[in-house]
Nanobody, 128 residues
Framework: EVQLVESGGGLVQAGGSLRLSCAAS????????IGWFRQAPGKEREGVSC????????YYADSVKGRFTISSDNAKNTVYLQMNSLEPEDTAVYYC?????????????????????WGQGTQVTVSS
């Protein structure tokens, strides 16, 4: 059974940091890419970042570039999202998702429809 389990969310003040984890099981980890998405109250879910676990190539939304870092520990089947300089606008439920690759011609990493597996989400709240 494929499982993705997020953890590490919480309440933090603006300017602070959090590290989210996405622990994967039930599939060959380095055959997949892991994406992070978020959904703020009243807004659509949006792509945050993606990593191809076999190559280490990464992708970021413009809104988080320079503040967030995605990484992968293939020995632990876990992807991390280090979030620094957090802003109230980063408040959302964060989800990780798995698919065969981040981006390829005709399919972009932020296209949620292409991800086959999703975690349950973890809440991140940034206070001002």
């Amino acid at each position: 059974e494929v499982q993705l389990v997020e953890s590490g969310g919480g309440l933090v003040q603006a300017g602070g940091s959090l590290r989210l984890s996405c622990a994967a099981s039930g599939f060959t980890f380095d055959d997949y890419a892991i994406g992070w998405f978020r959904q703020a109250p009243g807004k659509e879910r949006e792509g945050v970042s993606c990593i191809n676990t076999n190559s280490g190539s990464t992708y970021y939304a413009d809104s988080v570039k320079g503040r967030f870092t995605i990484s992968s520990d293939n020995a632990k089947n876990t992807v991390y999202l280090q979030m620094n300089s957090l802003e109230p606008e980063d408040t959302a439920v964060y989800y990780c998702a798995a698919d065969g690759w981040c981006s390829r011609p005709g399919s972009r990493w932020y296209d949620q429809k292409k991800y086959n597996y999703w975690g349950q989400g973890t809440q991140v709240t940034v206070s001002s």
